[in-house]
């Protein structure tokens, strides 16, 4: 298990959510990296689409990054999204989850190919526990409002939004998100993981300072019930669209560090 670590990144200009040239410059891999994929999962309420500066950002650098869609409708259909993402891979691969994607990279990790879990603003489970047994302890955010629908798919209540979910982005970017909102099953919260890839897998955990959605202090809970190594940037619980050359550079590192790492 790697040892737990804190690593603090100051803020960074916000970059736009279609993926505006970062302000940074970035360093391309080494030639003898072995680990040069990227498979990037996002959560609920959203799609892929929220990880195209983050994706910017490490194709620069030399990674293939691949970003998996998920259905949303089970943890089931959502880690086989995944897995067919993987199975796309040509070697070592970061696996990337974002706050619902957590749980499926939890699920979906454990594939050889996976040498290092990043979790984003995540959730994290054991064997036998669910989504929304995280939140034991700690609840959810009076901020982020979920309005279940007749037929059981949850989406997050347009009035609060942008206060819950994406505080620190453009206005123009967080109506975008609001309008383009992709349900989720609410069932698959409640639906237990059968394996948990942190257990065999490096893992690194970014905490969202100002998240609104997922409590910054269940956030640090989650990453140290897994030994990953935290770091903290100040962003709200999409980090990937507000500082996404900060969560870059966690993944790079990453990357980086489980290269060649036996699984």
Known sequence: MIKFRNILFAAVGAASIGGAAQAQSVQTIPAA???????????AFADGSGWRAVYDDLTAR??????????????????????????RQDGGTIL???????????????DEKVKGLVYVSALTA??????????????IPSTFVIEEQADGFGFISAERF????AADVSDADAAFMRDSQVPIAMSAFATPVTQAAWRTRPSWFIVATEDAAIAPAMLRQQAEKIGAVKVEIR??????????GAVADVIDQAARSA???PN
């Not at 970003?67 to 259909?77: C, E, F, G, R």
């Not at 990337?96 to 454990?110: D, F, K, M, P």
């Not at 054991?126 to 609840?139: H, K, L, S």
């Not at 942008?162 to 979910?165: A, K, T, V």
């Open 33 to 43: 990296q072995t680990v040069r994929n990227v498979v990037l999962v996002h959560g």
């Open 62 to 87: 030399g990674y293939r990054v691949t970003i998996v869609q998920n259905p949303l409708t089970s943890l089931a259909d959502d880690v086989a999204a995944t897995r067919r993402a993987l199975a």
């Open 96 to 110: 990337v989850g974002h706050s619902w994607g957590g749980v499926v990279i939890t699920e979906a990790g454990v």
């Open 126 to 139: 054991d064997v036998g526990e669910t989504a929304g047994d995280q939140y034991e302890g700690f609840g």
């Open 162 to 165: 942008q206060e819950g979910f």
């Open 235 to 244: 962003a709200s619980h999409v980090p990937m669209i507000s500082q996404p």
């Open 259 to 261: 290269g060649g790492r």
